[in-house]
Every structure is written in C-alpha cells, then in structure tokens.
C-alpha cells in the first residue's frame, strides 16, 4: 500500500483536523496514519497524515492545487509528497566510516528508501568501500575551503540533492549552504548536546567524569550545533572507560541516532519549529 | 483548562476522524489532543480525543447523548469522560509496600489526580501507612479464599470503584471480580512478561542467569499474567546480583512500571483490544 | 554475613593487590568482594575490599594499626569500616518533597541502612512528613544566609553528620560548609551534567528542544554543579512534552540517580579522585 | 601495551587472590586489569587478570607451566593467553545479512581484533558481501542435514576454528559439534530470552502485545536457546510497530548484543558455570 504524505505546520484554531481529515475524506482519500499535536504554549498546530495513494480521486499535482487555497488560509508550511518517491540524498563522510557504512548498509538492505546520487569526502579513505556499491564518490579536499565549499554547492545542485547527510564530516558548513537547504542537511554530533558543543566531545566527556555518554542527531544551521535536534541516544559508561572506549561505545550511539534522524526526516516524520523538531516517531 | 475526554474504538472505515473532529467542532470544541491509530492488521480505529471543555457548547450528558447516534451506527465501544472528575482507585497490597508507598507518594504531591476511597490487605504491615494519610484501610484475611473475595466484592462496590490496583498483592482475583470490573484492574508482575510468568520471577531470572530483569503492568484477568500489557520496565543485572539484589533492583521497575501504568488508565490513555492494548503514552 | 570494608587509593605500584589481599590473608580474613581498578592515565590504583568480618584474627583498630605503615609507605587514602554500622545522614529539602520521601521509604523499608539523626528544611512543608516518621526537623530559614549557614554547620557538627544529602535542596552551601565535609556532601541536580549548569534546567531543556532529559548526583563542591559525578540517570522526551511533564518525568530520574548515589556511597562504593568519581557499582 | 590474560574459575578458598596476584608479582608480572567474582551461593571464585606481558620474566609457555601446580591444587578451570594473538573466528549466517554485515564492519575498522578464516552459509545471498572482503565463503545447503553437519565440522576443523558465530544461522547445530566446541559457539537469538524461546519471536512478541522487544547473546548448547547468556538488550516498542517494525527494531538490538557478545568472549571476559556466565564487561 503506497501512502501520500501530507505535512502541515500553521497558527492553531478551531476545527483545524476537522479541516484536514474532511478534505482528504473529500477526494476519497483513506487515512492510513494521522499525527497531530498541538503545542499549547507557541499556539501552533502540526500534523502528518498518510493517506492510502490508491483511494485519491486526484493526482499529487491535482491534491496539491486543490489544497493550495486551504493551505494560504491557513498560512501554513505544508508539503504534500508520494512516499514511494525516494528522496535524493547525499551523503559526507571524513575519515570515520562508521556511519557511512552503517547508513550505506540499511540502505543496501532495503530498511532505507533512499537514493545516494553522491558520497563526498576530504579524505579518498572510503572510495573503495563507496563505489564497489555501485555509487559515486568525489574527494573534495578543504585545502582552500572556500573553493571546497563552492565545489560542493555545485556538486550538490548538480545531483539534486533533496537531503544532504554529514556522517561524521569534521567540517563545518559555511551559511550559505546551511541557507541554501534550510531543514535539510542532517548532522550526527558524538555528544548528548547541548552537553559538549564543538570539538573532542569523547575527551572532554572523560575529563568530566560523566556516567552516559550519547550522540545527537541534529540539522545544521550556521550555528554550531544549535540546530533543532531530531533524536539522541545514550549508553552508560564506567570509570573504567577510557578515552577510547568512549569514541568506541560512542560509534553505536552515532550509528543508531543518525539512522533514525535520517529515517523520520525521509518519511516526513520530522517538523522543524524555530530552533525545535516534532518527531512523529515511528 | 480542563479537559473533556473522548475514547472511541471500532471498525475502521473512511473519513472516520472526520466523522470525529467534525463533532467535535461542530460543537464548538477546541481540540487540545488527538491520538489515533488505525490498526492495518485487524482493520480497527482507536482514538482519543482531549477537548477544551469550556469551549463546548452541550454539557456532558448533552454531548453524550448528541454523540450517541454516531457511535451507534459505527459500532463504537466509547467513553465520554471529564478529566477533572477523579477515578476512584482502590488499592490492594500484602506485605511488600514499595508499589503503595509509591502511589501514595504521588497522590498527595497530586502528580496521581485520583480518590484513593480504600486500601485492602491481607496484612496488617500498613494499616498505619495508610491511615495516616487518612486514607480507610480494611484487612481482609485470605484464610477463607472464597469468604475473602466475597467481602472485597462488597467492598469495592460500596465504594464505587473504577479502578482496582494490585501493588503488589499476592493472591490472584478470581473469574467473577475479573468479569464485574475488566479492564478496570490493573497488576504488577515482577517480571518482564511473558518471561517468568507466574511465582519467584526474580529467583527464577537468577537461575536463568539473564542479564535484564524487569516489571510488568497489566489488566488483571482470569487467566494469570496474561492480561493486556500496559507498560513494561527493566534494568540490566549482571553476575554479581544475587536474587536479593534482584529484588531490589526490581523494586524500582515495578514502582515505576505501575505508577505510568495507573497514570494512563486514569487519564484514557489506554484502550484494550482483545489481547493487547494500545496507550497513547504522555 | 558482615563485612569490614577497606577502600584505597594511591599511586600504582607492581604487586599492589598482591600486598594487599595478603595482608587481608595474613590476617585470615576471607574475602567477599574485590573491586579493583588501575587507572591507566593518571598511574593511579583504586580498590574497595570487602573482608567476611568473623573471620579476621585482628578487631577493627588493631586491623587499622596493622595496616597503617604499609598504608604510609604507599601514600595511600584509605579507611577500614564495619559495614554494620550505620552512617549517619543528614537530608537537606527545599519545597519539593519527592527525593526526601523516596530516601524516607528507602530507610524506613530498610534497603537503605542509615540513621538519619536530622532534616533540614528551608521550609517547613515537610515537618509533618519527617516527625511522623520519628525524626528529628529543624526549620532553617535561608532569609539571612551567614546566619542560616551558621546554624547549620552547628547543627551538622552537633549530630556528628558523616555524609549530607542536598535532596533538592535548593541552596548552594558555603565554601566553608563543602571545607569541612569534603567528599561527603551528595548533591541531586536536575540535569543531565555538564548540560544545564545551573537554575531552572527542566525550562532550558525544554527550549533546547532535547529528547532525552536527566539527572545527575554528585558530590557538591564550591563550584556549583562541578563536583564529581556519582551517577546519572536519563528518559526519553518527546515534543509534546512540556516544562511541566518533564518536572514530573525528571522526579523519577531525580529519585533513581539520588538513592542509587546515597547506596552506593554509604557501602563505599565511590572513590573520589580529583574531579573524576570510581564508582564499584552494586 | 600488550596483555596476557589469566582466566581461572575454581572452588573458592581462603587467600586465592593472594596467591594469584603473589603469583603474578613473583613472575615481575604487573597487572593492568583485575577482576574477580566470588558467588556467595555456590562457594566458586571466578578471576580475570590482565597482566602487562612485557613485564612479565617468562614466556608464556614457561608461563603456563609454573603456573600449573598451583591450578591443579585448586581444581581450576582455566587459560593463560596472548591478548594479541587474534581468535580464529568462522561465522555462519542464512538469509538475513545483518549481523555478518557489522561483524565485517567493526572487524575490517579493526575494532574487533579477529581473524576470519571462513564464513559459512546455507545460501549463496552474502558470498559477495564477504569475498570482496577478501574472505573465504563457502556455501554448505542444509537439504540433506546430516552430510551439512558433517562437512562443516570438517570445515571447522581444517581451519582451526576457535570461536563459532552464528550470526542469524536458521539451523540448530547438532549435539556432536555443541559438544566439540563447547561454550565457543555463539548464538544470537532475537527475543529476550527466555521470552519467546524457539522460532518467530517478532511475530509471537507482537501477538503478545510486549511492549519491549530485545535480543540475547548466548552460548549455543544442544538445548534450544538454553545456553548461558552473554549479553541481551532491549529497546521499547508500541501498539503502533507491526511485527514488520519488530523486526527492524530488533535488528539493531541483535546487532548491538552480538557484537558485545563476541566482543566480551575473544577479550576472555567471559566465564561460564554450569547454566550461567560471568562476564567481566568493558
């Protein structure tokens, strides 16, 4: 059963789902999944509905016109998409492969719906592990970063990136990427944020004598990682714990919230507000 | 704000939330929550809807009654309910206080919005416990099984129970107080279900040697441990643990297990379908 | 079965654990549990004994004397203890009573083996609370706080206190008071350190937009919330959780990583080292 | 630093760890690690001593040796190995890649120092995956049982195999080669044992309306999914996970307790006793 998915933020008021679920019952469509949640304190209304593809009287295009003058009424941020569209997404890596081929695993096996046009790195580490799946890989290296930078840009529009994934990339986007594909690039930071921003977070975890230490999917804004935080994950640790054992334990905590993070967004299970997500999780 | 409940489950069919929300603003209501799902494996809807009661235009019984036609023709298990009105909760207890010390506890900092009209034991241990929060306690020895389960009948008629917790009381309720309140009593077992089902989970998790011991709440039924789950807790024990260690350990799980488990039932968040329950968590 | 504990510190040597468990043998003491932990950073050795007391040839000060010069030539901290006899705690409480009630429950059912000789409170909400259970009360007002810290170090000196638990206490104590208890003030913070330093964490975390929220029991030190960390315990948050859900969810971490602190430092468990706390866990 | 490790279990008596480390020390050995256990019910003493091999007067040979008188004075169970030398591990996987994919990735990461001579499969799907890591995979088809089971203890035996990991293996090994490599065959079953015990636990669980689902590693016996347990891990599920979610979820549980699994039994941090195991985590 294919889903079309129908994604709404707006100012709150009455009868606002009514609106909603009546208009797909309208063109004939079957609800097959409805989230909602309304925030008392902004006075915002979210939603995701999922309806059954084969029940709709119209096409995307058609829905889409046909939601449009609710939608400008409603003032609202919406997205209306065919579920069984994958997503183009691009992926970053550096000189950690634990992500990528984590990510490139699920997508392999079939758990991740995901087009990879494109893998980029500073490093040429992982091409082999890229390209013997079949997929692209370009080394970008950060020598001149704004050249890095600019090369990326075009790397990025030329592929039609919908959704760019750094996988542990220790590099710091410049704000015109960030603003070019607002709510669209994914970072995993390997810190239960906002403990720990910025560099050698495992180390500084140490020295701090913390007793769990996480990892924090997030997107990326031209803040450094203060950007809405989409899930986290966290594991117990010991005095015993070294350094090292904490960059090891961390790498699963890594895998685990990158993974899901990419999961939600590619569903349309994540809504970003201001600097926070609701995640209709699944 | 105070909220008027609606809890409906029943067969799916399209623009059912419609159908809903439609009411509900027909009416005027202001929806605060919704919470839905739609089981695509046995093709039955559930939902919850939380509405601003004082912008509703019909009272209780009115909204009941203007509901009643829908509910009918969608062959509709439903409650229609005002949050601010207090459940009556009777607790049972035998000689293990942690889970009643508990309840206690979060009834009169109010986290637990809930009458608490009697506590039952089959021992006197807390009597004072609970008299002294000026609650009434009555003992009801269980030497005559038969005369016992009688008495407690009487007894939770008397004082209108809605609701019957077993924190922790050691004897199993038979068929007929089962039959009178289901799906309106709800138990701790101390172990993760269906692990350890029946006697001395946590000596039989020794033995085992497994490395998470936990708690389960459930609706009581006539057949022992095998009610709908409600929530389910652990804790990761390793070899040094001996059973009283376990004990302790579970001690917390069970608290907390039952504590979310009453917090949901008391607030509808918990509908029961056959063998398993679904629970809009908060 | 009881127990003399003989915890140490000192800079590591070749056969350390040699020398001591056969000074423990020489005496003919049988031992229960070793927990022993070289840390290879900073060359330093950690190690808590437990010693079947009924079996030592020596009393507890003669125990102490034998051990004394090898405990000097190895420049070691160490203490030797009955684990019989109880430490006696004081518990410092504010306006919000569910670690003081956790802690009281705790004692009172005997899994936490303590005296508690006093409570004191800014306020006097829990007067009732604390006397019905056969304690001692002091109501200590913080409006003029040298005078208030005065009183308070009289009354910790006055009941021989040897461990104090700030149970959301919401008071940073003086220089002075941290001086003379050095090690042995236990603190509860309401966050998940180094996350949140500070006032009003549950608000933060809310704006932050975090999904796991936490807290952390440490030992107070001048520095607000820098103190070693003796454990933490997080929960999963959603979006729809507001500032007051996570109060309520965050109690229950409050009361989880605060019993389990107290425990494990009552049993000499903990081994402070510099900002970093070895913790042999039970 | 490289280690050897000492691992002992035998009948405890007074002064063992004193003449164990005594032992070490004697040999100029000096420990990095200790860690012992003594089961207070059944009167056994379990050690692991990691021992700095470059302090150490005697090879390992000579080692072993010396230490032999001593081990059968107390009846002992135990090794004396190199840390650095790799365990020859084969693998063996049916349809679902999984846990053979991070096996491969944390060994070619090199966080799992192991050798792979060989991985076996009764279907042909991941000779790819594995030979494009330059290993050896052999396809043994498991329609007539008997003749499979016979050419894979040959296999086993002609490479030497010290540590066997049934990664997601749909066949139940056979007495003979449960006896062969008794407590080196690692299992990975995908429930919470002993929930669920036996074939289509996702599904069962789902039935069952759990809500947590888990994993357990656990040594491979004649008796289905009886072994001793390694490691388990669990991850919360809701009405909501269809049993297809289950099994998602749940692949990342497997994963997750696999690897620890494995990774505890090559660091000889797991010590078996009749039904159970001592696991000395790290």
């Given at each position: 059963m294919s889903a079309t998915l129908l994604k709404i933020s707006c100012p709150d008021r009455v009868g606002l789902l009514a609106r909603l679920t009546s208009f797909v019952a309208y063109h004939g469509g079957n609800l097959l999944e409805v989230h909602q949640f309304t925030d008392p304190l902004s006075g915002w209304f979210f939603a995701r509905l999922a309806i059954d593809t084969g029940t709709l009287a119209l096409d995307l295009p058609a829905l889409r016109k046909a939601f449009k003058p609710t939608a400008d009424e409603l003032q609202a941020d919406w997205t209306i998409r065919d579920e069984t569209v994958k997503m183009r997404v691009v992926i970053l890596v550096s000189k950690l492969g634990h992500c990528l081929a984590d990510l490139l695993w699920r997508w392999r096996s079939g758990e991740l719906p995901i087009d990879i046009p494109l893998v980029i790195s500073n490093h040429e580490d992982f091409r082999e592990m890229t390209e013997r799946e079949g997929l692209r890989f370009e080394f970008v290296p950060t020598d001149d970063k704004a050249a890095a930078f600019e090369k990326m840009r075009e790397l990025f529009r030329s592929v039609n990136a919908e959704l760019i994934v750094?996988?542990?990339?220790m590099q710091i986007l410049p704000r015109e990427i960030c603003d070019e594909w607002p709510g669209r690039i994914i970072n995993i930071h390997h810190s239960f944020l906002p403990s720990f921003v910025g560099a050698n977070p495992y180390k500084r975890a140490y020295d701090r004598g913390v007793k769990l230490i996480g990892a924090t999917c997030h997107y990326a804004t031209a803040e450094l990682d203060e950007g809405p935080i989409i899930d986290q994950e966290v594991v117990r640790v010991e005095h015993f714990h070294m350094p090292d054992d904490l960059l090891r334990l961390g790498r699963d905590c890594e895998r685990l919230a990158l993974a899901r993070g990419v999961r939600y967004h590619i569903h349309d299970r994540v809504l970003i507000h201001g600097k926070k997500s609701i995640v209709f999780r699944d």
């Open positions: 750094l996988a542990r990339y």
